[in-house]
C-alpha cells in the first residue's frame, strides 16, 4: 500500500497531523542549542601543575616526565602533549572519541594520584584537571579596573565573588583570572644583613612557617560546659611579621624587618594583565563543548547587575570580547536567507500552481552548518513538490478527477527520495582554514620578538597550542639533535612560497645562569647540593614560607631577595650558605623547629648534627609543616656561613624558554599558515619533500599533527564517499525504474555537471575542500532531481511510439506532434 494515498484518502488527518508537525518544530526551534558549530565533544583533559622558581627543564623531568609515565596508560588515549616553562606544566590529552570524557577524567584523577609519590614535595598542590581544551579560545572575556584600589585586591575580589559565580553557569567549563595574583606578605631579605648576623635563609624560612601554626588546640569540659582553645597563632598582615624574632646575638633580639623588608605585596610580581593602556584583571570564561554558547552568555548578562553590585564601587567590569555576537549575526544572516528562499519559493508555487506547500523543518542545534543544510535541503523538498505538483497538475489536465484523489496517487507515484548520512567527523576530512594574509607577519620592530597573528578554523583538530593553522612535528631522543635539526627544517620551509607564517616552538633565547657545585669543596666545607638548592630557591624563586588561613582563601607568606638582588646576577656572589641549615649527610626532611646542640664539643660532629636534625624532625612533625626549612627558627648563637662562590662557579649559558614532549619523547612543532589559493594537500607535499631532501637521521621523525594528520588520513575517505553516493544514487533509480540501464542515463548527466562545479571553484578562487565537495554533491542531486521527469516523460512517450528525441519535447511543441 502507497504511503501517499493513505495521507490523499483521509485529507482531515493529513492536516491535522501537519499543523501538529508545525507545532513540534516551533516548539523545537524555541528550544534548541545554539552555537556556531554543531556539537563535537572531542575528549580533551587538561592537567596543571605548578613549581615556583623551577626551570623549563627541571618541571619537564621531575613533574612532566612522572605524570606522562601514568597518564600514558590510561586506555584510549590518542595523544598526549606537554609543555613545561619556568614555574608551570600543562599537560594536554586527547582521547578517541569512543570514550567518555567522563569516564576518561576518572582514570586521569586515578594517574594523577598514582603518580604523587614520584612528584616533588616542594609542589605547591597535587596537579589538577579540567575538562577543558586549551586550545579553544574564551566564550567571554572581561576587565576589572580601578583607579584607586591596588590590583591585588582586585583580584582578590574577582576570585572570591567573580569566579565561583561564573563557574556555576550552565555550560561553563573553566574560568580563569590573569592580570595579578592573590594578596600575600612579601619578606625581601638583604643577604649581607644576614651575613653579618650569621643568620642562613633556612633560618628565615623556618622563622616564617613557625608564626603560622593554626593547628587545632583542642577543649576544656567543666561542670557540663565546653570551653574550646583558641589563639592568636596567625600573624595575618604583613604589619605582624616586622617584629618577629629570627634570632638572638650578644643577647639581643634579631627581629625580621633587620635583614629584609615586610610589605603587603602578591605572590607573584612576575604577571601583569592591561586593558586599554590600564593595569587590569582579565576574566576569561571557557565554554564546555556541547553547551550552548548564547544561552549561556546570556545568563551571564543577567548575572551582570548583581555582580557588579557585588563589587566595590571602586571596581569597574567591562566586557570586550563576547563570541555570542559574531554567532548572533551569523545566525541571523542565514535564518534571513532561509526565509527569503522559502518565502520566494513559496509565492513562485502559488503563483504558477495555485496552490500551498508544507516544509517541516528539523535539525539538531541551531548552528552555521544546520542552517546551510536547511537553506539546501529547503530547495530539495521545494523542487519534490514541484516536480509532483506538476505531475498532478498534468494529470488533472488530462482529465482525471482531482478530488477523489485519483491524480494526486498518480503524480506521486513518480517521485523518490535519496537520504545521505555523512559518516563521523573524526572519518572525514576538514576544510582548510582561510589564511589572514597580511596579519600572519612576523614583527621585525623589535629585536628578539615575534609575534603571530592566528585565525583559528571553526572545528579544530587536537589540543596542541601553536603559532599558526597547521603543524608538523618532529620527534627524537637527543634533545640537542633535534633542536638543530628544527631551525634546519624551519628555514627550508619559509623559503617555500606554498607556505606562509613558519614558525616552531623551539625558542632557545632564554638567558641562564649556570650555577656549577664544587662537590668535594662542600663536602669539607659540610654543605651539600640540597643545602645549597634550598639557599637558591629561598633567594630568587618566591619561594612560599608559610599560609596565612582566611574565610574565603589561603594566602601566603612569600621569601625572597630585595629586587636590587634578584635583578642582578652579580648578586650571587654576595649569597652566603649556612651551615647549620642540614647535616654534611643532606636529606630532603625539613625542620620548622630547631632544637639547639646540647653542647660546643658535640657541635662540631657531624654525628651530633645528625642526632639533633632527627629531633629537629620529629619537632617538625609535631608543627604539621610537610615542607619547611631545614633552619632554625629562632637561632641562638652565630653560624658558620660559607659563601656561595667558594662551593660553585657561575657561568652564563642558554636554555629553552619551554620544554614540549608529545607521548613521552621531546617534541619540537613547526607551525605554519597557507597562501591564498594553495590548498593544504599541496602544502602537506611541500613539507614531505623538504623533508626527505634534508636526510635527517633515523633518530629523527616527523609526523602531521591536528587538521594536517586529518586531511592525510581522509583523503581516500573523501574519494570513497563519493563513490558511495554516486552507488546509492545507482541503486535508488534502479530500483524506481526496474532497469540497469536508465539509471546510467540519469547519471550521465552528471560529469558536465561536475566539469561546470569544478570551474566554478576555479574561477572564484576557491579550493577543493570538504565543503566544495558536498556542494557538489547538493548540485549533482539536484541535476539527478530535474533529470528524472524527464527520462519518466520519455518512457511514457516511447511507449506510445513516440521517438525519444520528441519524447523530451515539451506537450504542444512542433516537434513532438502531441496537442
Not at 540519469?746 to 566539469?755: E, M, R, W
Amino acid at each position: 500500500m502507497s504511503v501517499t494515498g493513505l495521507f490523499i484518502r483521509r485529507p482531515v488527518a493529513t492536516t491535522l497531523l501537519t499543523l501538529a508537525c508545525v507545532l513540534c518544530g516551533v516548539v523545537g526551534y524555541l528550544t534548541l542549542p545554539v552555537a556556531d558549530l554543531p556539537n563535537i565533544d572531542f575528549p580533551v583533559i587538561q592537567v596543571q601543575a605548578q613549581e615556583p622558581g623551577g626551570s623549563p627543564e627541571q618541571m619537564a623531568s621531575s613533574v612532566a616526565a612522572p605524570l606522562e609515565r601514568h597518564l600514558g596508560e590510561i586506555a584510549g588515549l590518542e595523544e598526549m602533549t606537554s609543555q613545561s616553562s619556568t614555574g608551570p606544566v600543562r599537560l594536554t590529552l586527547q582521547f578517541a572519541l569512543s570514550r567518555d570524557v567522563n569516564g576518561a577524567a576518572r582514570d586521569v584523577e586515578a594517574a594523577i594520584q598514582a603518580a604523587r609519590a614520584d612528584l616533588p614535595t616542594t609542589l605547591r598542590q597535587n596537579p589538577q584537571y579540567s575538562k577543558a581544551n586549551p586550545n579553544d579560545p574564551p566564550a567571554l572575556l572581561l576587565a576589572l579596573t580601578s583607579d584607586t584600589m591596588p590590583l591585588p585586591q582586585v583580584y582578590d575580589q574577582a576570585s572570591s565573588l567573580i569566579l565561583p559565580r561564573l563557574s556555576q553557569v550552565r555550560g561553563v567549563g573553566l574560568v580563569q583570572l590573569s592580570g595579578s595574583a592573590l594578596p600575600a606578605v612579601r619578606v625581601e631579605i638583604d643577604p649581607q644583613a644576614l651575613y653579618k648576623f650569621g643568620i642562613g635563609f633556612e633560618d628565615i624560612r623556618a622563622a616564617l612557617a613557625s608564626a603560622n601554626a593554626y593547628t587545632p588546640k583542642g577543649f576544656i569540659d567543666q561542670d557540663g560546659q565546653r570551653l574550646t582553645l583558641e589563639t592568636n597563632d596567625q600573624a595575618r598582615d604583613a604589619q605582624a611579621y616586622r617584629d618577629l624574632v629570627i634570632a638572638y646575638r650578644n643577647g639581643r633580639a634579631v627581629r625580621l624587618t633587620d635583614v629584609a623588608q615586610v610589605v603587603d605585596g602578591v605572590e607573584d610580581v612576575r604577571n601583569a594583565g592591561y586593558y586599554n593602556r590600564k593595569p587590569a584583571i582579565v576574566v576569561q570564561v571557557f565554554m564546555q563543548a556541547g553547551g550552548n554558547i548564547v544561552q549561556a552568555l546570556d545568563q551571564i548578562h543577567a548575572e551582570m547587575p548583581q555582580l557588579e553590585a557585588g563589587l566595590p564601587a571602586a571596581i569597574r567590569m567591562q566586557t570586550f570580547m563576547d563570541r555570542s555576537m559574531t554567532i548572533r549575526a551569523s545566525l541571523a544572516d542565514t535564518r534571513m536567507t532561509l526565509v527569503l528562499s522559502v518565502v520566494l519559493v513559496v509565492l513562485t508555487v502559488l503563483l504558477f500552481l495555485g496552490t500551498l506547500g508544507v516544509i517541516s523543518l528539523l535539525g539538531y542545534s541551531l548552528d552555521n552548518m544546520s542552517l546551510m543544510a536547511l537553506t539546501i535541503s529547503t530547495g530539495f523538498v521545494v523542487d519534490d513538490a514541484i516536480v509532483v505538483l506538476e505531475n498532478v497538475t498534468r494529470h488533472v489536465e488530462k482529465g482525471d478527477p482531482p478530488l477523489r484523489g485519483r491524480a494526486a496517487r498518480r503524480g506521486s507515484s513518480n517521485q523518490g527520495n535519496l537520504f545521505i548520512v555523512l559518516p563521523d567527523k573524526s572519518k572525514r576530512g576538514h576544510p582548510p582554514s582561510t589564511t589572514i594574509g597580511n596579519l600572519n607577519r612576523r614583527s621585525h620592530f623589535m629585536p628578539g620578538h615575534g609575534s603571530h597573528a592566528l585565525l583559528r578554523s571553526a572545528i579544530r583538530v587536537g589540543a596542541r597550542p601553536s603559532n599558526a593553522g597547521y603543524q608538523y612535528t618532529l620527534q627524537g631522543n637527543d634533545t640537542a639533535a633535534l633542536y638543530d635539526w628544527t631551525q634546519k627544517l624551519v628555514t627550508a620551509l619559509s623559503a617555500q612560497p606554498e607556505l606562509a607564517d613558519v614558525s616552531s616552538d623551539v625558542l632557545l633565547g632564554d638567558l641562564a645562569l649556570d650555577v656549577a657545585i664544587d662537590r668535594d669543596t662542600g663536602a669539607r666545607t659540610q654543605l651539600t647540593p640540597q643545602l645549597i638548592a634550598n639557599t637558591l630557591y629561598d633567594a630568587y624563586g618566591q619561594r612560599p614560607a608559610s599560609i596565612i588561613y582566611n574565610h574565603l582563601h589561603q594566602y601566603r607568606v612569600v621569601m625572597e631577595a630585595a629586587p636590587r638582588f634578584w635583578q642582578d646576577p652579580a648578586s650571587l656572589r654576595q649569597v652566603w650558605v649556612s651551615v647549620a641549615g642540614g647535616t654534611a649527610q643532606g636529606g630532603t626532611q625539613a625542620n620548622t623547629i630547631r632544637v639547639p646542640l646540647a653542647t660546643a664539643t658535640t657541635a662540631t660532629t657531624a654525628a651530633a648534627q645528625s642526632a639533633a636534625s632527627f629531633t629537629n624532625q620529629i619537632a617538625n612533625t609535631l608543627a604539621g609543616d610537610h615542607s619547611a626549612s631545614n633552619g632554625s627558627a629562632v637561632s641562638t648563637g652565630a653560624e658558620t656561613m660559607v659563601p656561595l662562590q667558594v662551593v660553585s662557579q657561575t657561568t652564563p649559558g642558554n636554555i629553552a624558554l619551554a620544554v614540549n614532549h608529545e607521548g613521552q619523547a621531546v617534541a619540537a612543532t613547526i607551525s605554519f599558515n597557507l597562501p591564498t589559493g594553495v590548498p593544504l594537500g599541496r602544502a602537506i607535499q611541500v613539507v614531505d619533500a623538504q623533508v626527505r631532501r634534508l636526510k635527517m637521521p633515523p633518530s629523527i621523525h616527523g609526523a602531521f599533527s591536528g587538521n594536517a594528520a586529518q586531511l592525510q588520513n581522509s583523503a581516500s575517505s573523501e574519494t570513497l564517499l563519493i563513490m558511495a553516493a554516486l552507488a546509492a544514487v545507482y541503486m535508488v533509480l534502479g530500483i524506481l525504474y526496474e532497469s540497469y540501464l536508465h539509471p546510467l542515463t540519469i547519471l550521465s548527466t552528471l560529469p558536465s555537471a561536475g566539469v561546470g562545479a569544478l570551474v566554478a571553484l576555479w574561477v572564484f578562487g576557491q579550493q577543493f575542500s570538504l565543503m566544495a565537495i558536498i556542494g557538489g554533491l547538493a548540485v549533482c542531486q539536484a541535476l539527478t532531481l530535474f533529470t528524472t521527469p524527464i527520462v519518466y516523460l520519455t518512457l511514457e512517450q516511447m511507449a506510445r511510439r513516440v521517438t525519444a528525441w520528441r519524447g523530451t519535447m515539451p506537450p504542444g511543441h512542433p516537434n513532438t506532434g502531441l496537442y
